[in-house]
Nanobody, 118 residues
Framework: QVQFVESGGGLVQPGGSLRLSCAVS????????MSWYRQAPGKERELVAS????????NYATSVKGRFTISRDNAKNTVYLQMNSLKPEDTAVYYC???????????WGQGTQVTVSS
């Protein structure tokens, strides 16, 4: 059974930082590129950042480039998202998934809520 367990979200003031983690099980983690996505209230889910299966070639949405950093630890089957200089528009539920599995209609985890507010 495939599982994504996201954690690390919370309430933070503008300009603050959070580090999200996503523990993955149920497939061979190191065989898959991984991504972070987010969904704000009333909006479509969007891609935030991606990383290749062995940690190379990180890519970021324009809105988070220079502020967010994606990384992974294949020994721990975990992907991370370091978020700095947070803005109110970063408020959303954040999810991790493997893009290949998303394209084939795979399941999602419960996500972790990030709220940026003063």
């Amino acid at each position: 059974q495939v599982q994504f367990v996201e954690s690390g979200g919370g309430l933070v003031q503008p300009g603050g930082s959070l580090r999200l983690s996503c523990a993955v099980s149920g497939f061979t983690f190191s065989n898959y590129a991984m991504s972070w996505y987010r969904q704000a209230p009333g909006k479509e889910r969007e891609l935030v950042a991606s990383i290749a299966n062995f940690g190379g070639s990180p890519n970021y949405a324009t809105s988070v480039k220079g502020r967010f950093t994606i990384s992974r630890d294949n020994a721990k089957n975990t992907v991370y998202l370091q978020m700095n200089s947070l803005k109110p528009e970063d408020t959303a539920v954040y999810y991790c998934n493997a893009p290949r599995r998303v394209r084939s209609g795979g399941d999602w985890g419960q996500g972790t809520q990030v709220t940026v507010s003063s």
